[in-house]
Protein backbone atom coordinates (compact mmCIF):
# COMPACT_ATOMS: atom_id res chain seq x y z
CA UNK A 1 0.00 0.00 0.00
CA UNK A 2 1.16 3.19 -1.23
CA UNK A 3 2.56 6.17 1.87
CA UNK A 4 1.96 9.03 0.50
CA UNK A 5 4.47 10.51 3.04
CA UNK A 6 7.10 8.19 2.33
CA UNK A 7 6.58 9.26 -1.20
CA UNK A 8 6.20 13.06 -0.73
CA UNK A 9 9.56 12.38 0.91
CA UNK A 10 11.28 11.00 -1.99
CA UNK A 11 9.47 12.80 -4.59
CA UNK A 12 10.63 16.49 -2.66
CA UNK A 13 14.20 14.84 -1.83
CA UNK A 14 14.59 14.56 -6.04
CA UNK A 15 13.48 18.11 -6.45
CA UNK A 16 16.32 19.02 -3.98
CA UNK A 17 19.27 17.30 -5.97
CA UNK A 18 18.09 18.06 -9.49
CA UNK A 19 18.17 22.14 -8.14
CA UNK A 20 21.91 21.09 -7.35
CA UNK A 21 22.40 21.05 -11.28
CA UNK A 22 21.61 24.67 -12.07
CA UNK A 23 23.58 25.83 -8.50
CA UNK A 24 26.46 24.00 -10.08
CA UNK A 25 26.05 25.73 -13.23
CA UNK A 26 26.18 29.24 -11.17
CA UNK A 27 28.94 28.08 -8.77
CA UNK A 28 31.11 26.83 -12.02
CA UNK A 29 29.89 29.71 -14.02
CA UNK A 30 31.25 32.04 -11.63
CA UNK A 31 35.08 30.29 -11.44
CA UNK A 32 35.15 30.54 -15.24
CA UNK A 33 36.07 34.40 -17.35
CA UNK A 34 33.46 36.51 -18.07
CA UNK A 35 33.75 35.49 -21.62
CA UNK A 36 32.81 31.31 -20.83
CA UNK A 37 29.76 32.19 -18.33
CA UNK A 38 27.16 31.00 -20.73
CA UNK A 39 29.57 28.09 -22.19
CA UNK A 40 30.11 26.80 -18.74
CA UNK A 41 26.49 27.29 -17.52
CA UNK A 42 24.92 25.43 -20.86
CA UNK A 43 26.89 22.46 -20.21
CA UNK A 44 24.89 22.00 -16.91
CA UNK A 45 21.72 22.54 -18.28
CA UNK A 46 22.95 20.09 -21.45
CA UNK A 47 23.74 17.58 -19.01
CA UNK A 48 20.24 18.41 -17.43
CA UNK A 49 18.58 17.17 -20.56
CA UNK A 50 20.71 14.89 -22.56
CA UNK A 51 20.87 12.48 -19.41
CA UNK A 52 17.50 12.84 -18.35
CA UNK A 53 15.72 11.67 -21.43
CA UNK A 54 18.69 8.50 -21.57
CA UNK A 55 17.80 7.92 -18.28
CA UNK A 56 14.11 7.45 -18.86
CA UNK A 57 14.64 5.38 -22.21
CA UNK A 58 17.52 2.70 -20.63
CA UNK A 59 19.82 4.52 -17.72
CA UNK A 60 17.40 2.96 -15.05
CA UNK A 61 17.18 -0.32 -16.82
CA UNK A 62 21.14 -0.67 -16.90
CA UNK A 63 21.39 0.42 -13.54
CA UNK A 64 18.59 -1.28 -12.06
CA UNK A 65 18.03 -4.31 -13.95
CA UNK A 66 16.83 -8.06 -12.56
CA UNK A 67 16.70 -6.46 -8.32
CA UNK A 68 14.39 -8.09 -6.24
CA UNK A 69 12.96 -4.27 -5.33
CA UNK A 70 12.41 -2.98 -8.65
CA UNK A 71 10.30 -5.71 -10.31
CA UNK A 72 9.31 -3.35 -13.42
CA UNK A 73 12.79 -4.43 -15.18
CA UNK A 74 12.12 -6.57 -17.73
CA UNK A 75 14.59 -9.78 -18.28
CA UNK A 76 16.48 -7.81 -21.34
CA UNK A 77 19.13 -4.56 -20.33
CA UNK A 78 19.15 -2.53 -23.30
CA UNK A 79 17.18 0.29 -25.11
CA UNK A 80 13.50 0.51 -23.59
CA UNK A 81 13.72 -2.37 -21.83
CA UNK A 82 11.48 -1.02 -18.68
CA UNK A 83 7.82 -1.87 -18.38
CA UNK A 84 6.33 1.74 -18.47
CA UNK A 85 2.66 -0.48 -17.75
CA UNK A 86 4.04 -2.00 -15.30
CA UNK A 87 5.92 0.28 -13.49
CA UNK A 88 3.77 3.61 -13.92
CA UNK A 89 0.75 3.97 -12.34
CA UNK A 90 0.48 3.03 -8.54
CA UNK A 91 2.91 0.03 -8.21
CA UNK A 92 4.87 0.35 -4.92
CA UNK A 93 7.67 -2.17 -3.59
CA UNK A 94 9.30 -2.42 -0.52
CA UNK A 95 12.28 -0.33 -0.73
CA UNK A 96 15.16 -1.58 2.06
CA UNK A 97 18.13 0.79 2.69
CA UNK A 98 21.05 0.53 4.95
CA UNK A 99 18.67 1.18 8.18
CA UNK A 100 16.77 -2.13 6.78
CA UNK A 101 13.39 -0.15 7.11
CA UNK A 102 11.24 -0.60 4.49
CA UNK A 103 9.28 2.33 3.08
CA UNK A 104 6.02 1.97 0.63
CA UNK A 105 6.32 4.21 -2.44
CA UNK A 106 6.01 4.30 -6.23
CA UNK A 107 8.72 2.40 -8.59
CA UNK A 108 8.60 5.84 -10.31
CA UNK A 109 9.64 8.11 -7.34
CA UNK A 110 12.90 5.94 -7.55
CA UNK A 111 13.15 5.67 -11.03
CA UNK A 112 13.54 10.30 -10.61
CA UNK A 113 15.41 10.51 -7.58
CA UNK A 114 18.16 7.99 -9.16
CA UNK A 115 17.86 10.23 -12.43
CA UNK A 116 19.12 13.22 -10.55
CA UNK A 117 22.05 11.35 -9.11
CA UNK A 118 23.24 10.64 -12.97
CA UNK A 119 22.26 14.22 -13.92
CA UNK A 120 24.89 16.09 -11.42
CA UNK A 121 27.41 13.21 -11.88
CA UNK A 122 27.97 14.28 -15.72
CA UNK A 123 27.24 17.98 -15.01
CA UNK A 124 30.58 17.62 -12.99
CA UNK A 125 32.59 16.63 -15.08
CA UNK A 126 32.71 19.56 -17.17
CA UNK A 127 34.09 21.82 -15.05
CA UNK A 128 37.54 20.29 -15.91
CA UNK A 129 37.58 21.46 -19.51
CA UNK A 130 36.21 24.72 -19.15
CA UNK A 131 37.43 27.46 -21.56
CA UNK A 132 37.91 25.49 -24.01
CA UNK A 133 35.31 22.73 -24.95
CA UNK A 134 32.68 22.57 -27.94
CA UNK A 135 29.69 22.45 -26.54
CA UNK A 136 28.96 19.86 -29.21
CA UNK A 137 31.25 17.50 -28.44
CA UNK A 138 30.51 17.83 -24.93
CA UNK A 139 26.95 16.30 -25.57
CA UNK A 140 28.41 13.13 -27.35
CA UNK A 141 31.34 12.54 -24.90
CA UNK A 142 28.32 12.96 -21.91
CA UNK A 143 25.79 10.35 -23.59
CA UNK A 144 28.42 8.28 -24.33
CA UNK A 145 30.48 7.94 -21.48
CA UNK A 146 26.70 8.49 -19.07
CA UNK A 147 25.92 5.14 -20.71
CA UNK A 148 28.90 2.98 -20.92
CA UNK A 149 30.70 4.46 -17.01
CA UNK A 150 27.43 5.78 -15.26
CA UNK A 151 25.03 3.33 -15.34
CA UNK A 152 27.29 0.21 -14.99
CA UNK A 153 28.59 1.94 -11.72
CA UNK A 154 25.38 2.73 -10.24
CA UNK A 155 24.32 -0.49 -10.55
CA UNK A 156 27.59 -0.99 -8.75
CA UNK A 157 27.23 1.03 -6.13
CA UNK A 158 23.28 1.71 -5.54
CA UNK A 159 21.90 -1.99 -6.94
CA UNK A 160 20.36 -3.35 -3.84
CA UNK A 161 20.00 -6.66 -4.45
CA UNK A 162 23.64 -7.36 -6.30
CA UNK A 163 25.65 -3.95 -5.20
CA UNK A 164 28.84 -3.40 -3.46
CA UNK A 165 26.89 -3.03 -0.54
CA UNK A 166 25.20 -6.30 -0.37
CA UNK A 167 27.50 -8.19 -1.48
CA UNK A 168 30.93 -7.36 -0.56
CA UNK A 169 30.01 -4.72 2.41
CA UNK A 170 31.68 -1.80 1.12
CA UNK A 171 29.50 1.56 2.74
CA UNK A 172 29.26 4.80 -0.18
CA UNK A 173 25.85 5.88 1.08
CA UNK A 174 25.24 8.45 -1.15
CA UNK A 175 27.76 8.26 -4.12
CA UNK A 176 31.43 8.94 -3.12
CA UNK A 177 32.33 6.67 -5.59
CA UNK A 178 29.41 6.44 -8.15
CA UNK A 179 29.22 10.57 -8.17
CA UNK A 180 32.38 11.97 -6.76
CA UNK A 181 35.39 9.72 -7.74
CA UNK A 182 33.45 9.09 -10.82
CA UNK A 183 33.23 12.07 -12.27
CA UNK A 184 36.80 13.19 -10.40
CA UNK A 185 38.74 10.60 -13.00
CA UNK A 186 37.07 11.00 -15.97
CA UNK A 187 37.53 14.71 -15.30
CA UNK A 188 41.11 14.42 -15.21
CA UNK A 189 40.90 12.46 -18.66
CA UNK A 190 39.36 15.00 -20.39
CA UNK A 191 41.91 17.34 -19.04
CA UNK A 192 44.54 16.03 -20.28
CA UNK A 193 43.00 14.92 -23.80
CA UNK A 194 42.01 18.49 -24.18
CA UNK A 195 45.42 20.56 -22.65
CA UNK A 196 45.54 23.21 -21.14
CA UNK A 197 44.10 26.36 -21.79
CA UNK A 198 46.02 29.25 -23.20
CA UNK A 199 48.51 30.99 -20.77
CA UNK A 200 47.74 28.31 -18.22
CA UNK A 201 49.70 29.13 -14.96
CA UNK A 202 48.78 29.88 -11.22
CA UNK A 203 46.73 33.25 -10.52
CA UNK A 204 46.44 33.56 -14.37
CA UNK A 205 42.62 32.62 -14.74
CA UNK A 206 40.61 34.65 -12.33
CA UNK A 207 37.17 33.87 -11.21
CA UNK A 208 34.85 37.02 -12.75
CA UNK A 209 31.70 36.17 -10.54
CA UNK A 210 32.48 35.25 -6.80
CA UNK A 211 28.89 36.43 -5.87
CA UNK A 212 28.21 33.78 -8.52
CA UNK A 213 30.25 30.70 -6.86
CA UNK A 214 28.88 31.75 -3.44
CA UNK A 215 25.47 31.71 -4.54
CA UNK A 216 25.96 28.84 -6.65
CA UNK A 217 27.70 27.14 -3.29
CA UNK A 218 24.95 27.84 -1.31
CA UNK A 219 22.01 25.99 -3.73
CA UNK A 220 24.18 23.16 -3.76
CA UNK A 221 24.64 22.71 -0.10
CA UNK A 222 20.95 23.15 0.32
CA UNK A 223 20.10 20.57 -2.62
CA UNK A 224 22.79 17.98 -0.90
CA UNK A 225 20.17 18.00 2.19
CA UNK A 226 18.24 15.99 -0.31
CA UNK A 227 21.71 13.90 -2.27
CA UNK A 228 22.34 12.70 1.20
CA UNK A 229 19.41 12.06 3.70
CA UNK A 230 16.90 11.45 0.61
CA UNK A 231 19.05 8.11 0.26
CA UNK A 232 17.57 6.70 3.50
CA UNK A 233 14.71 6.34 1.07
CA UNK A 234 12.32 7.68 4.10
CA UNK A 235 12.23 9.82 6.81
CA UNK A 236 13.69 8.23 9.75
CA UNK A 237 16.47 7.98 11.52
CA UNK A 238 18.97 7.15 9.43
CA UNK A 239 17.88 10.37 7.07
CA UNK A 240 18.02 12.67 10.18
CA UNK A 241 21.71 11.76 11.12
CA UNK A 242 22.51 11.98 7.17
CA UNK A 243 20.83 15.46 7.38
CA UNK A 244 23.01 16.35 10.74
CA UNK A 245 26.25 14.87 8.80
CA UNK A 246 25.36 17.47 5.74
CA UNK A 247 25.28 20.28 7.80
CA UNK A 248 28.18 20.09 10.10
CA UNK A 249 30.87 18.12 7.94
CA UNK A 250 30.70 21.37 5.25
CA UNK A 251 30.57 23.81 7.84
CA UNK A 252 33.58 22.31 9.03
CA UNK A 253 35.56 22.22 6.04
CA UNK A 254 34.81 25.46 4.97
CA UNK A 255 37.04 26.63 8.27
CA UNK A 256 39.69 24.23 7.79
CA UNK A 257 40.11 25.53 3.59
CA UNK A 258 40.11 29.18 5.09
CA UNK A 259 42.72 27.78 7.96
CA UNK A 260 44.91 26.94 5.32
CA UNK A 261 44.14 29.83 2.69
CA UNK A 262 45.06 32.47 5.71
CA UNK A 263 48.18 30.79 6.88
CA UNK A 264 49.19 30.32 2.99
CA UNK A 265 48.35 33.67 1.29
CA UNK A 266 47.20 35.72 3.95
CA UNK A 267 43.78 36.05 3.11
CA UNK A 268 40.52 34.01 3.80
CA UNK A 269 38.34 34.43 0.23
CA UNK A 270 34.87 33.63 -0.36
CA UNK A 271 36.10 31.01 -3.04
CA UNK A 272 37.96 29.20 -0.34
CA UNK A 273 34.69 29.35 1.27
CA UNK A 274 32.21 28.12 -1.47
CA UNK A 275 35.13 25.80 -2.47
CA UNK A 276 35.53 24.53 1.24
CA UNK A 277 31.98 23.83 1.41
CA UNK A 278 31.93 21.87 -2.01
CA UNK A 279 35.22 20.01 -0.69
CA UNK A 280 33.22 19.11 2.61
CA UNK A 281 30.25 17.90 1.10
CA UNK A 282 31.67 15.56 -1.03
CA UNK A 283 33.54 13.81 1.07
CA UNK A 284 30.86 13.47 3.64
CA UNK A 285 28.28 11.92 0.94
CA UNK A 286 29.54 8.35 1.05
CA UNK A 287 30.21 8.38 4.29
CA UNK A 288 26.97 10.63 6.01
CA UNK A 289 24.99 7.64 7.50
CA UNK A 290 27.64 5.95 9.33
CA UNK A 291 29.75 8.50 11.25
CA UNK A 292 28.66 10.26 14.34
CA UNK A 293 28.45 13.68 14.33
CA UNK A 294 31.90 14.35 15.83
CA UNK A 295 34.07 11.86 13.25
CA UNK A 296 31.46 14.14 10.87
CA UNK A 297 32.81 17.18 11.82
CA UNK A 298 36.54 16.15 11.48
CA UNK A 299 36.20 14.93 8.22
CA UNK A 300 34.93 18.11 7.20
CA UNK A 301 37.96 20.01 8.42
CA UNK A 302 40.40 17.39 7.52
CA UNK A 303 38.67 17.05 3.60
CA UNK A 304 38.77 21.15 3.81
CA UNK A 305 42.60 21.02 4.39
CA UNK A 306 43.59 18.22 2.06
CA UNK A 307 41.56 19.89 -1.11
CA UNK A 308 43.29 23.04 -0.16
CA UNK A 309 46.50 21.63 -0.72
CA UNK A 310 45.49 19.35 -3.64
CA UNK A 311 43.82 22.21 -6.10
CA UNK A 312 47.81 22.72 -5.84
CA UNK A 313 48.79 19.93 -7.34
CA UNK A 314 47.66 20.31 -11.21
CA UNK A 315 50.38 23.43 -11.54
CA UNK A 316 53.26 21.00 -9.85
CA UNK A 317 51.69 18.09 -12.43
CA UNK A 318 51.20 20.31 -15.03
CA UNK A 319 47.34 19.25 -16.24
CA UNK A 320 44.95 21.61 -16.31
CA UNK A 321 41.67 20.37 -14.63
CA UNK A 322 40.46 23.96 -14.86
CA UNK A 323 37.65 24.28 -11.91
CA UNK A 324 39.30 21.71 -9.82
CA UNK A 325 37.23 18.91 -10.35
CA UNK A 326 40.39 16.98 -9.12
CA UNK A 327 41.39 18.47 -6.35
CA UNK A 328 37.48 18.72 -5.02
CA UNK A 329 35.56 15.72 -6.36
CA UNK A 330 38.30 12.93 -6.62
CA UNK A 331 40.70 13.90 -4.07
CA UNK A 332 37.55 14.68 -1.67
CA UNK A 333 35.90 11.85 -2.78
CA UNK A 334 38.70 9.03 -2.05
CA UNK A 335 39.12 10.47 1.59
CA UNK A 336 35.68 10.49 2.59
CA UNK A 337 35.48 6.82 1.09
CA UNK A 338 38.85 5.74 2.96
CA UNK A 339 37.66 7.48 6.02
CA UNK A 340 35.18 5.20 6.48
CA UNK A 341 37.86 2.55 6.95
CA UNK A 342 38.90 3.67 9.90
CA UNK A 343 35.85 5.67 11.48
CA UNK A 344 32.78 4.00 10.08
CA UNK A 345 30.21 2.99 12.88
CA UNK A 346 31.20 -0.77 14.05
CA UNK A 347 32.95 -1.75 11.42
CA UNK A 348 35.75 1.15 10.90
CA UNK A 349 39.41 0.19 12.75
CA UNK A 350 38.53 2.05 15.20
CA UNK A 351 35.35 -0.08 16.44
CA UNK A 352 36.59 -3.35 14.80
CA UNK A 353 40.26 -3.17 15.55
CA UNK A 354 40.34 -4.55 11.63
CA UNK A 355 41.76 -3.29 8.39
CA UNK A 356 38.97 -5.31 7.04
CA UNK A 357 36.64 -2.43 6.34
CA UNK A 358 39.48 -0.11 5.00
CA UNK A 359 40.63 -2.46 2.47
CA UNK A 360 36.91 -2.81 0.78
CA UNK A 361 37.05 0.85 0.44
CA UNK A 362 39.84 0.99 -1.10
CA UNK A 363 39.15 -1.28 -3.55
CA UNK A 364 35.84 0.78 -4.36
CA UNK A 365 37.80 3.58 -5.06
CA UNK A 366 40.07 2.06 -6.70
CA UNK A 367 38.06 0.04 -9.42
CA UNK A 368 35.73 2.93 -10.34
CA UNK A 369 38.69 5.39 -10.83
CA UNK A 370 40.08 3.36 -13.24
CA UNK A 371 37.48 2.62 -15.02
CA UNK A 372 35.78 5.48 -15.11
CA UNK A 373 39.34 7.39 -16.11
CA UNK A 374 40.44 4.48 -18.78
CA UNK A 375 36.85 4.99 -21.07
CA UNK A 376 36.77 8.61 -20.31
CA UNK A 377 39.89 9.05 -21.42
CA UNK A 378 39.23 7.08 -24.70
CA UNK A 379 35.66 8.37 -25.22
CA UNK A 380 37.56 12.13 -24.91
CA UNK A 381 40.36 10.61 -27.56
CA UNK A 382 37.98 9.65 -29.91
CA UNK A 383 35.57 12.29 -30.34
CA UNK A 384 38.97 14.67 -30.07
CA UNK A 385 40.25 13.00 -33.23
CA UNK A 386 37.23 12.88 -35.05
CA UNK A 387 34.71 15.57 -34.88
CA UNK A 388 36.97 17.67 -32.70
CA UNK A 389 36.50 18.07 -29.02
CA UNK A 390 38.90 21.39 -28.33
CA UNK A 391 37.70 25.06 -29.81
CA UNK A 392 39.95 27.21 -31.38
CA UNK A 393 42.80 28.98 -30.21
CA UNK A 394 41.23 32.08 -31.59
CA UNK A 395 38.25 31.71 -30.52
CA UNK A 396 39.42 30.43 -26.92
CA UNK A 397 40.82 33.74 -26.78
CA UNK A 398 38.40 36.20 -27.90
CA UNK A 399 35.46 34.56 -25.95
CA UNK A 400 33.71 30.79 -25.92
CA UNK A 401 30.65 32.51 -25.69
CA UNK A 402 30.31 34.26 -28.77
CA UNK A 403 32.12 31.88 -30.77
CA UNK A 404 30.03 28.82 -29.62
CA UNK A 405 26.81 30.26 -28.65
CA UNK A 406 26.56 33.25 -30.51
CA UNK A 407 26.03 35.07 -26.95
CA UNK A 408 27.45 36.78 -24.63
CA UNK A 409 27.07 36.88 -20.70
CA UNK A 410 27.07 40.23 -19.94
CA UNK A 411 25.54 42.92 -22.26
CA UNK A 412 26.19 46.69 -21.15
CA UNK A 413 25.57 48.51 -24.39
CA UNK A 414 22.50 48.53 -26.54
CA UNK A 415 23.62 47.11 -30.01
CA UNK A 416 21.64 49.96 -32.21
CA UNK A 417 23.43 53.45 -30.41
CA UNK A 418 26.01 51.87 -27.91
CA UNK A 419 23.91 53.55 -25.01
CA UNK A 420 24.62 51.64 -21.76
CA UNK A 421 21.67 50.05 -20.61
CA UNK A 422 19.41 51.88 -17.55
CA UNK A 423 20.59 55.19 -19.28
CA UNK A 424 17.70 56.28 -21.76
Known sequence: MLDQGQTGFILIMAALVLFMTPGLAFFYGGLVKAKSVISMMMMSFGAIALVSVLWVLYGYAISFANTGDHTAISGVVGFFSIDWNQIGLGQAFEQSQSTKLAATYPDLAFVGFQATFAIITVALISGAIADRAKFGAWMVFAGVWVTVVYFPVASWVFNLTSGWA?????????GGTAVHINAGAAG??????????????????????????????????????????GSAGAANSTAALAWINTLAAPAAAVLGWLLIEKLKDGKATSIGAASGAVAGLVAITPACANLTP?????????????????????????????????????????????????????????????????????????????YSFVLAFLIGWIIEKTMGFRIKTEDEVAGIDTAVHGEEGYVLYEEADKTPVGVR
Do not use: E, M
Open 166 to 174: ATWGVIDFA
Open 188 to 229: LALALVLGKRVGFAKGAHKPHNPPFVLLGAAILWFGWFGFNA
Open 294 to 370: GWGILLGFLAGIVCCFAIDWKYRLGFDDSLDVVGVHLVGGIFGTLYLGFFANTTGLIYSGSFVQLGKQAAAAGAVGA
